[in-house]
């Protein structure tokens, strides 16, 4: 697939398919599933006009949805602006060592500039090497250690 050429658009109520078929991929790629009820409830919520927090941008090559991402914008108490999760970030194997994995993020910055975000982090695995090249360019590696119940 030739996906030299692709557009960045929000992600909108007509894509639930395309979406649901492409997070399911990223879902599948961390050993994980969620039900139909999660899928559904978190389209409606980046969808959503009136919820600002939860945000979603994809990338397209003609009608075929080839990227996403989800970002989260919350309140921080070290800092008077929001913070932004980046939570989720998948490219189509396909379309990949293209510039769409680094476009995402950089519409997430963007995002995060235009609302003040003095901060965009996220997470990966130590084994996810691919993606990890790409974040060791265009951000830096902190020295917090996740912990989760």
Same mark, same amino acid.
């Given at each position: 697939?030739? /996906?030299? /050429? #692709?557009?960045?658009?929000?992600?909108?109520?007509?894509? #639930?398919? &395309?979406? !649901? +078929?492409?997070?399911? /991929? @990223?879902?599948?790629? %961390?050993?994980?599933?969620?039900?139909?009820? /999660?899928? +559904?409830?978190?389209?409606?919520?980046?969808?959503?006009?009136?919820?600002?927090?939860?945000?979603?941008?994809?990338?397209?090559?003609? &009608?075929?949805?080839?990227?996403?991402?989800?970002?989260?914008?919350?309140?921080?108490?070290?800092?008077?602006?929001?913070?932004? @999760?980046?939570?989720?970030?998948?490219?189509? +194997?396909?379309?990949?060592?293209?510039?769409?994995?680094?476009?995402?993020?950089?519409?997430? %910055? *963007?995002?995060?500039?235009?609302?003040?975000?003095?901060?965009?982090?996220?997470?990966?695995? &130590?084994?996810?090497?691919? *993606? !990890?090249?790409? %974040?060791? &360019?265009? *951000?830096?590696?902190?020295?917090?250690?996740? @912990?989760?119940?």
């Amino acid at each position: 697939m030739d /996906v030299s /050429v #692709f557009e960045l658009r929000e992600l909108n109520e007509d894509d #639930f398919d &395309k979406w !649901r +078929e492409l997070w399911g /991929v @990223y879902l599948a790629f %961390y050993n994980s599933t969620v039900n139909e009820l /999660v899928y +559904e409830t978190t389209f409606g919520r980046l969808v959503s006009k009136d919820n600002t927090a939860q945000n979603a941008i994809v990338a397209c090559k003609s &009608k075929e949805m080839i990227g996403l991402v989800h970002f989260i914008f919350h309140p921080d108490n070290w800092n008077i602006e929001e913070d932004c @999760y980046l939570q989720d970030l998948f490219v189509a +194997e396909t379309a990949r060592g293209r510039g769409i994995g680094r476009s995402l993020i950089e519409a997430v %910055y *963007a995002k995060a500039d235009e609302r003040g975000s003095p901060s965009v982090y996220w997470l990966t695995e &130590k084994t996810n090497k691919q *993606a !990890r090249a790409l %974040y060791d &360019k265009i *951000a830096h590696e902190t020295s917090f250690i996740e @912990y989760s119940r």
